[in-house]
């Protein structure tokens, strides 16, 4: 069983960086899938950034350019860089991962671990 942990969350002005990080224990990391996903206010949960098993990134639309997620090598952290913070990025930021034999959707994280998030805030 994965347990994962993050950390840096807080509060940014507009413009602003701030950079999450997740720690996972308690398993062998080889091939899982990774990523971010959050929770806006009022909203439901929505993916920010996801590593593949194949090694292919991707950062939703509206983050494209101002966010970042990086992976260490051995799978045991992950990372989200984010840049020019907006007040719409404001949620409970989660980190994730999953396990499938082929393809991760988004959708497998559903069967994944999670971390017990942590809150972004920012302010105009």
């Known amino acids: 069983q994965v347990h994962l942990r993050e950390s840096g969350g807080g509060s940014a002005t507009t413009g602003g960086s701030l950079r999450l990080s997740c720690a996972a224990t308690?398993?062998?990391?080889?091939?899982?899938?990774v990523g971010w996903f959050r929770q806006p206010p009022g909203k439901g949960r929505e993916w920010v950034a996801t590593?593949?098993?194949?090694?292919?990134?991707t950062h939703r639309d509206s983050v494209k350019g101002r966010f970042s997620i990086s992976v260490d090598a051995d799978m045991r952290s992950w990372h989200l860089q984010m840049n020019n913070l907006k007040p719409e990025d404001t949620a409970i930021y989660y980190c994730?991962?999953?396990?499938?034999?082929?393809?991760?959707?988004?959708?497998?994280?559903?069967?994944?671990?999670w971390g017990p998030g942590t809150q972004v805030t920012v302010s105009s």
């Open positions: 994730a991962a999953t396990k499938v034999r082929t393809y991760c959707y988004t959708s497998d994280y559903d069967h994944g671990s």
């Open positions: 590593k593949n098993n194949n090694g292919l990134i």
């Open positions: 308690g398993g062998v990391m080889t091939g899982y899938c």
